[in-house]
């Protein structure tokens, strides 16, 4: 009778879980425009009235004009996304039709096959093209617009040379291919990284010990 009634709440739990997770995968399948410009602009905003109150650095600097050039970047990588969309829409929808891809080979249950999606595609489109930027002189070379900025913010997390923004659009197709990612997950990887990038590059105060935990599953496990 207990047996039963615990089978009962464990598979409760993993229909709850994987209906939660559907809705998600829904929701960002189908995301409107408005709604990403709104996770992108907020995340900024938030970060920058936080590095405002719990400041790491003490720089002294003017945030709005030193904030104008990184949001022209952030504009131009919008805009470059924005016209090859089609293309990583295409590259989804293809392996999705066709079951294609590592993830689509092995049977597994939603929250896991987004999971391992979100996480895989973070070292192909992230990890592996930022390493190949640091390691091919010609990429460092557009990369360093990026290391460039003397004051780290949260603005710097999406200043980037147009060229980079292709090379890591082509990065990230060739991760959704090769992992076999329906749209949905692509746009809540996409959603998850914008934000976490904000905070990795905000100039933010935390705690020594909640600094170090975080650090070992954000800035070295997935979104560096």
Do not use: C
Not at 18 to 30: G, K, L, P, Q, R
Not at 161 to 170: C, D, K, M, N, Y
């Amino acid at each position: 009778m207990i047996n039963s009634y615990l089978e009962s709440i464990i598979f409760s739990m993993f229909i709850a879980k994987n209906s939660t997770m559907e809705w998600i995968v829904n929701y960002f399948e189908i995301i409107p425009s408005a709604h990403r410009s709104i996770i992108l602009v907020g995340g900024i905003t938030l970060f920058w009235l936080f590095e405002g109150v719990l400041p790491f650095s003490l720089f002294q600097y003017q945030k709005w004009k030193h904030a104008l050039p990184n949001f022209f970047f952030t504009l131009t990588s919008i805009v470059i996304n924005f016209s090859l969309a089609f293309i990583l829409l295409s590259t989804a929808d293809w392996v999705t039709i066709n079951q294609f891809g590592l993830l689509n080979a092995i049977e597994m249950p939603l929250w896991l096959y987004v999971i391992l999606g979100v996480m895989f595609l973070d070292f192909i489109g992230a990890y592996l093209a930022h390493w190949t930027e640091h390691k091919v002189k010609p990429l460092w070379m557009v990369h360093l617009v990026h290391h460039s900025d003397h004051h780290v913010d949260t603005t710097t997390a999406n200043r980037h040379h147009p060229l980079e923004s292709v090379v890591r659009f082509v990065f990230t197709t060739l991760g959704v291919f090769l992992i076999g990612l329906p749209i949905g997950i692509v746009m809540l990887y996409q959603s998850l990284s914008v934000l976490l990038s904000q905070f990795n590059h905000a100039n933010i105060k935390l705690p020594q010990r909640f600094d170090m935990l975080l650090s070992y599953f954000i800035n070295q496990f997935i979104f560096p």
